[in-house]
């Protein structure tokens, strides 16, 4: 979450509703229009922030679980392999190609996560873009 943002949002929505208040007291359609805009502003970017918000949280938590997949296949690697008789070596083989499967897989995953929470934060600036327009073209 960026305090900056949120503070700016939070100017913006205050800015809006006194535009607006402003507006009603004078009777001035334009000013109404304006300080509504800016409210709508003020949402759209905490729309924004808590998309960012969301986004990091969920590529934390998929980027946790697949650190603890990780470690769980390292874990039962580990056990297995220490518990393998000589009769076994073919197990161990394909077990161990299972595992490196597995990391390759956890360590894709922990990629995309990287990726999504990239386009995540490129989403909410072109969000916050569109708003902007918006506002502009009310004006």
């Known amino acids: 979450m960026s305090i900056e ?4 949002a939070a100017i913006k929505d205050a800015e809006g509703k006194a535009q607006a208040a402003e507006g009603e007291l004078t009777n001035d359609s ?3 229009i304006a300080g509504n805009a800016k409210q709508v502003e003020a949402d759209a970017r905490n ?4 998309l960012k918000d969301n986004a990091k949280d969920a590529g934390e938590t998929l980027k946790e679980k697949a ?15 220490e518990n393998l008789s000589e009769g076994a070596q073919e197990v161990k ?12 897989k ?4 922990k990629a995309e996560a990287d990726r999504a929470e990239e ?3 490129h989403g909410t600036t ?14």
């Open 47 to 50: 729309g924004a922030e808590d």
């Open 5 to 8: 943002n949120r503070t700016e």
């Open 67 to 81: 650190g603890e997949l990780k470690d769980k296949v390292g874990d039962a690697f580990n056990n297995l392999k």
């Open 106 to 109: 956890a360590q894709d995953l």
């Open 93 to 104: 083989a394909n077990t161990e190609d299972a595992i490196d499967n597995t990391k390759t």
């Open 126 to 139: 072109n969000a916050v873009a569109d708003a902007k327009a918006k506002v502009n073209n009310l004006k």
């Open 119 to 121: 386009r995540a934060n």
């Open 30 to 32: 334009g000013d109404k």
